[in-house]
């Protein structure tokens, strides 16, 4: 079984035998950097949303959060990752490939809109699917 680079979680291989403990480690480490996280000024915020089904420039997704987020994380069965500044980000697909539809960011404050105009699933937005996300807000 293989470790992640930074927190050493577990990476399972097909053929590697799961077990309770590993998760359980896993669960504590991150509880512990969530924690390190929240007492260090950074604040995490979590929540969903349910696709429209539109997309492109002309119908955007917003989040508004609490004060200015550093990073926004969306996801479903395809992952948006836009940082803070950035004006596009790409869309993975749930392999964690690089597709090449990418979205178009806005940030604005405490807002992020962003939108694709190839398709409501590379924009995060299927009709009736729900998005989680979470943002690192500084």
């Known amino acids: 079984m293989t470790k992640t680079t930074n927190y050493q979680l577990n990476q399972w291989a097909k053929?590697?035998?799961?077990?309770?403990?590993?998760?359980n480690a896993d669960n504590a480490?991150?509880?512990a950097a969530i924690k390190a996280v929240a007492e260090g000024g950074v604040k995490l915020a979590v929540g969903s949303y349910v696709g429209t089904g539109s997309y492109g420039a002309s119908n955007p997704?917003?989040?508004?959060?609490?004060s200015q987020p550093k990073l926004?994380?969306?996801f479903g069965a395809y992952t948006i990752i836009a940082p803070n500044p950035a004006q596009w980000a790409p869309t993975l697909d749930s392999s964690g490939v690089n597709q090449t539809y990418g979205c178009s960011l806005v940030w604005n404050e405490n807002q992020l809109s962003w939108?694709?105009?190839?398709?409501?699933?590379?924009q995060?937005?299927?009709?009736?699917t729900t998005?989680?996300?979470?943002?690192?807000?500084g």
């Open 131 to 137: 998005y989680h996300y979470i943002a690192l807000l």
């Open 115 to 122: 939108s694709n105009s190839y398709a409501e699933r590379y």
């Open 15 to 23: 053929s590697d035998r799961i077990r309770m403990d590993d998760f």
């Open 124 to 128: 995060c937005n299927t009709a009736d």
């Open 29 to 31: 480490k991150i509880d």
């Open 72 to 74: 926004v994380i969306i």
């Open 61 to 66: 997704n917003t989040l508004t959060f609490a």
